[in-house]
């Protein structure tokens, strides 16, 4: 017992200290965790105290039974609790020793394994449950909606609902005590039974009974709406092709049908590639094709299409090129397939041939335009450029014309598209230059047309053949430098185009010029375009200029005084080379003034105004009578005095207000007696006013409306038959099928939710 | 001598027989008929103050309560027949026709909470402040048979409010939680509950059958599923609302009567947004009932009258007390939509007629023909000045009158003082909120 005393002396004691150890805790204010250890420590120490008191009694328990690092006899220690257990540690000491693999092998096992989630909470749960549930109900409730915005937008709605259906025996509960007695009767029954067509009852055959019970209204209404969207895309589809068809641009055609051909062409490869018999078989039908247009007599010149064209060829451009086109057509199409013996003898027969089937006079027109014209020269002198590498290989030894000359052709259809483009813009812009220069020199036009004679023709062949052949020597110029590249050459094309067709007009050029300035423009490559094309216009500008100014001044003379303030015009006497930028400021201003030519806000104002307080002066009364106290008649009128005497002068109205206002009206004429029965703000349905009077004027009683429109438009919104109950709407009633469980069976199928609560409550009532 | 005279074809005049109408050219040329717009206006202008001339909507009171009315209900079968509880557990049942009362029932010790009728109409429920369920047949007891209730079921709680299912037999009440039962079954086959507070009122959807919605005293609406045994959604608003009404002809269309004088027009499907803000009242709303049509509702307040709204205007278009009308705690359209029935404090129930001006009985086709044309009259020029103020002009008692001017200058004062607030402050730091939304606290998932 003595060592009991000892012990609760030394505990008494330890108590004291911690009191003491207490508020020094406070004091300090340190770390809670470190006087706890402090504390801890001295506790620790203490007890080891005891234990060394008797020490051969007792005996430390080997024994671990609590998770904590410290073990002692006495007291849980709460260190090291914070730390986590991991599973590492445990297997550390298994590693050494080999027996326990297995054991090893599971624990590893185990370690690959995640641990499962925690369930969520109750409350969680809930809320995910009405989430889902509620998702459902607005999905179930949203088939409402097409109702409820029908019902809401119906001119006219009827309660009840749902429709009484007119009670009608049918025919066959009818006809059952009836017999047929005539002997007219009795032969149609004969007929009626030989073709088993039902007499009595049923009325219906069963085939057709069967088929009235197929389909459910609503499978009915979802089929008919398939067709109808069916048909919808169908007539979209037709409306579509039709109004391609109705397109008249021959080039959009052109192209659909040259975009159908790639595709076509692309097909095929794949078809190819896929399957070479099907393939075959495609090609030997795109040949059949082919022999069949050659054939024809569609691109030969016999047609009545193709007459027409020659004689229109003269005059319309379009004509001529549909002319060259269908020439090429033909000459592809008369063209033998490549075989590899292919001679040069066989190929300028072809072109005789082609030659002959040509008539004289598209020819000629073609001669008449490929001389001047630039952008029917690029194709043409691409053709002779072929013709002439065919004909005379031996003239151009290089093989690098031949390249190019072949390279150009294989390009041109896949640039076509844009270069077509390209070619519109030009020839627009190329157009209006030249009417410019008819414009100012008619003396030259006047003498192109009269130089419609054979021997300019004639001339014009020649100058063509020249131009050929500069041509040919401009490629072999290039060709014997080699190294040219292919761009330079093509720069100046579109350079000669341009003089050539300015100059068209004046015929002033020569053979010889031209060929002087094609060899200039040879030698000067290096110089930059822009110099040529502003040393042109320069000259073109300088007749323009005072035609302009003329025009300016008949402007200033519509001008009045709003715009003339504004107005600088620099003389233009002087062309610089400023000028060509202030044109562009003075274009602008230009468009301005002429955008807002009539607006003269000024002088509309004020005869505005001055209206406006001519309409608000009281008028003079003339009450004379003519024929009073006189003679009267046709063409005769009161006397001046008796018209005087009758004349009752309009008193002078108050002066109007804005009468020292320079720059307003006031509107006098509203009444604000009537102002009093007028609608002030658009009220809301209505989204202008115009709208809104339009309704006003229009009456509805039958003093102006027909019997059956005024019912019409005097038809109530809603209907209700007096002594009917009206019940709430049913999804039967619009064509829903309503659900066929009901509410009841479907709880009863899950009864889960009788709280606990009320489980007790029952418990109670059953036990009292 | 050829003699030539005028003739006319005698089909174009003689009648076939002398009960047929005499015909009546005329000729519609509209430069015989000038002035139409102004001849219409005043027609409408003369439609409009007969019709104000005419309203006389106060039908009957049937009196015979001895406690001021707590709940009515319609007999689903038969217009004339209404039923009402009182505040000392009297139940009675009327014949509207003959605006008698044909049966009394003391059902309750205290009030009777909530009444409802089975969709049969067979019998009916009342559930009291005894804590008891109670089932009894419409039909009276035979000659010496004793009125007694078919079921009687006693509950641990209090029940406050009681609805029956639309198609089946199975009926909800609600109290600490929404319970529902079979009519056959002495303990519910389910209940639900969200929150602690008391619930006031529950209410079937009429269409969609398996939705309740029912509100409780902690200011929420609570909306469930029955078929899912869950709720689905709450939504809390500023103040309490005393109970909700669904709209039989829009599925998701409910409206609830609330304590700060408004009622609140949702889309269950959007809560967080009233689709509609009905102010009037300068009084609890403490109920609301819709018109079989859905186009309208009545509310009765605790400012002594009732109001009748359009679905879709914030503003009431009539509004009805009688100097002896007290508090109106319980409203019901009739069937037919022709009638309102309200039951007040002062242990009268009143019969109104909902369109107050509308001539009952038989009409014939020229009154009737007059009465759309008056009608389509006075719509198309309700927005002329004279015209609107005229329609709209209402005599109130003066403490509601006195009550809406009040109200008028509180809200001006408070409007201005947002105003201010937002001109005052940074832009955009200060938000605008809609009138719509200002009164919907939270609505909880």
């Known amino acids: ?768 | 001598m050829k003699v030539k005279m005028l003739s006319r074809n005698p089909d174009n005049y003689v009648r076939e027989t002398k009960f047929d109408l005499q015909r009546v050219p005329r000729n519609y040329d509209p430069a015989l008929h000038p002035f139409e717009v102004p001849r219409e206006y005043v027609r409408a202008l003369n439609a409009t103050k007969l019709e104000r001339v005419f309203a006389k909507p106060f039908l009957a009171s049937l009196d015979g309560h001895r406690d001021g009315v707590n709940c009515l209900a319609k007999h689903p079968k038969n217009l004339a027949t209404v039923l009402s509880g009182a505040c000392d557990g009297e139940v009675r049942i009327w014949n509207l026709t003959q605006r008698k009362c044909i049966r009394t029932i003391q059902a309750h010790e205290g009030f009777v909470r909530g009444i409802c009728t089975r969709f049969c109409g067979t019998s009916f429920f009342t559930v009291g402040d005894d804590k008891t369920v109670k089932q009894w047949k419409m039909d009276g007891p035979g000659y010496g048979e004793e009125e007694e209730p078919l079921h009687t079921i006693l509950g641990k709680t209090v029940y406050t409010g009681i609805d029956h299912h639309w198609k089946e037999a199975v009926f909800a009440t609600c109290g600490q939680q929404v319970d529902i039962w079979d009519e056959q079954r002495t303990n519910p086959i389910c209940s639900m509950t969200w929150g602690f507070d008391s619930i006031s009122s529950v209410k079937f959807n009429p269409i969609e059958t398996f939705l309740l919605g029912s509100c409780a005293s902690d200011r929420n609406i609570v909306l469930y599923d029955m078929r899912q045994a869950t709720p689905l959604k709450k939504v809390i608003l500023d103040m309490r609302t005393n109970t909700i009404c669904w709209n039989p002809m829009e599925a998701f269309i409910f409206t609830a009567a609330n304590e700060d004088y408004n009622l609140y027009t949702f889309d269950m499907r959007a809560l967080d947004t009233p689709v509609m803000v009905h102010m009037d009242h300068v009084s609890a709303v403490l109920d609301v009932d819709y018109s079989p049509t859905g186009k309208e509702f009545v509310s009765a307040s605790f400012d002594k009258s009732i109001r009748i709204f359009p679905i879709d205007k914030s503003r009431s278009r009539e509004v009805y007390h009688t100097k002896r009308m007290q508090h109106v705690i319980c409203v019901k359209w009739t069937s037919d939509s022709k009638y309102i029935m309200c039951g007040s404090d002062e242990m009268n129930i009143r019969l109104w007629k909902a369109n107050a001006s509308e001539k009952l009985g038989v009409l014939t086709s020229r009154e009737k023909a007059a009465k759309d044309y008056n009608q389509k009259l006075k719509e198309k020029f309700q927005h002329h000045p004279h015209i609107k103020r005229i329609a709209r002009h209402r005599h109130l008692p003066k403490s509601i009158y006195s009550q809406i001017q009040e109200q008028r200058i509180m809200k001006e004062a408070r409007r201005r003082k947002e105003m201010n607030r937002i001109k005052h402050s940074k832009p955009g730091s200060v938000p605008v909120v809609s009138e719509k939304k200002k009164h919907v606290v939270a609505v909880v998932k």
Request: aromatic residues 4%.
């Open chain 1, 1 to 768: 017992m003595s060592a009991n005393q000892v012990v609760e002396s030394l505990l008494a004691l330890s108590q004291q200290e911690e009191l003491v150890d207490l508020p020094k805790d406070y004091l300090l204010s340190e770390s809670e965790d470190e006087g706890d250890g402090d504390g801890e420590r001295k506790h620790q120490k203490l007890l080891e105290a005891i234990s060394s008191l008797d020490g051969k009694n007792r005996r430390k328990s080997a024994e671990r039974s609590e998770a904590s690092l410290k073990v002692s006899e006495f007291n849980v220690s709460s260190e090291g609790s914070g730390e986590k257990l991991v599973l590492a540690d445990l297997l550390e000491p298994v590693k050494t020793s080999s027996s326990l693999a297995t054991v090893k092998k599971q624990l590893n096992r185990v370690k690959s394994k995640k641990t499962v989630e925690l369930p969520l909470n109750k409350e969680e749960i809930e809320r995910i449950h009405r989430e889902v549930a509620f998702n459902k109900t607005s999905q179930v409730l949203s088939k409402w909606d097409p109702i409820v915005l029908k019902n809401r937008q119906a001119e006219q709605l009827v309660f009840p609902l749902e429709k009484e259906e007119p009670v009608i025996a049918p025919i066959e509960h009818v006809l059952s005590s009836w017999k047929a007695r005539t002997p007219l009767e009795q032969e149609i029954f004969n007929l009626l039974h030989k073709n088993k067509q039902p007499v009595t009852d049923p009325l219906l055959t069963p085939v057709e009974k069967a088929s009235l019970h197929a389909m459910s209204l609503e499978e009915a209404k979802m089929r008919r709406a398939e067709l109808q969207r069916a048909r919808a895309l169908q007539s979209y589809y037709e409306a579509k092709a039709r109004r391609e068809k109705k397109i008249k641009s021959k080039k959009y055609h052109k192209l659909v049908k040259k975009g159908k051909a790639k595709k076509a062409l692309k097909e095929f490869e794949q078809l190819r590639k896929a399957n070479p018999a099907a393939a075959l078989e495609e090609l030997e039908k795109i040949e059949k094709a082919r022999m069949m247009e050659r054939m024809s007599l569609k691109h030969q010149n016999s047609g009545k299409w193709a007459k027409s064209k020659a004689i229109m060829a003269k005059y319309d451009l379009e004509a001529r090129q549909a002319m060259q086109e269908q020439l090429a057509k033909n000459k592809e199409l008369t063209q033998k397939l490549q075989v590899a013996s292919e001679s040069e003898e066989e190929e300028g027969g072809a072109e005789e041939v082609e030659e002959l089937l040509v008539p004289d006079a598209v020819n000629e027109v073609q001669m008449n335009v490929n001389g001047p014209n630039p952008w029917m020269l690029r194709s043409c002198t691409s053709d002779t450029k072929e013709a002439a590498a065919e004909e005379d290989p031996e003239q151009l030894p290089e093989p690098v014309a031949h390249e190019v000359s072949e390279s150009e052709g294989e390009e041109r259809p896949e640039a076509e598209d844009d270069t077509l483009l390209r070619e519109f813009e030009e020839r627009r812009s190329l157009r209006k230059r030249s009417e410019l220069n008819q414009d100012a020199e008619p003396a030259g036009s006047q003498e192109t047309k009269d130089s419609s004679s054979q021997e300019v023709l004639s001339e014009l062949r020649a100058l063509s053949q020249k131009l050929k052949e500069n041509h040919q020597s401009r490629k072999q110029k290039a060709s014997s430098e080699g190294t040219v590249p292919q761009v330079q050459r093509e720069e100046p094309a579109p350079e000669e185009e341009e003089p050539l067709l300015l100059q068209r007009p004046e015929r002033v050029q020569t053979l010889e010029e031209l060929e002087k300035e094609e060899c200039f423009q040879n030698k000067e490559l290096s110089r930059p375009v822009l110099e040529g094309h502003w040393s042109e216009k320069i000259p073109n500008n300088h007749p323009d200029a005072p035609k302009e100014k003329k025009k300016e001044e008949e402007m200033i003379d519509l001008q009045n005084l709003l715009t003339t303030q504004s107005l600088s015009v620099k003389s233009l006497a002087v062309p610089t080379i400023e000028m060509l930028e202030d044109e562009v400021e003075r274009n602008q201003r230009q468009m301005i003034k002429e955008a807002f030519a009539g607006d003269d806000v000024i002088r509309d104002f004020l005869k505005e105004k001055r209206e406006a307080a001519e309409a608000s002066k009281p008028k003079d009364v003339d009450l004379t009578l003519p024929g009073w106290g006189e003679w009267g008649g046709v063409g005769l009128k009161p006397s001046a005095k008796k018209r005087r005497r009758f004349l009752i002068k309009a008193p002078e109205g108050p002066p109007r207000k804005d009468k020292n206002l320079p720059n307003v009206i006031i509107n006098e004429k509203r009444n604000i007696h009537a102002a009093a029965h007028q609608v002030r703000v658009l009220p809301y349905p209505f989204t202008h006013h115009r709208q809104f009077e339009r309704t006003i004027q229009t009456p509805i009683g039958f003093t102006w409306n027909t019997q059956r429109a005024f019912q019409k438009l005097t038809t109530p919104k809603v209907i209700t038959k007096p002594g009917h109950i009206i019940k709430p709407i049913k999804a039967e009633d619009v064509g829903y099928r309503s659900s066929s469980r009901s509410d009841i069976s479907v709880i009863q199928r899950n009864p889960k939710r009788v709280t606990t609560r009320h489980k007790k409550q029952l418990k109670k009532n059953s036990a009292d």
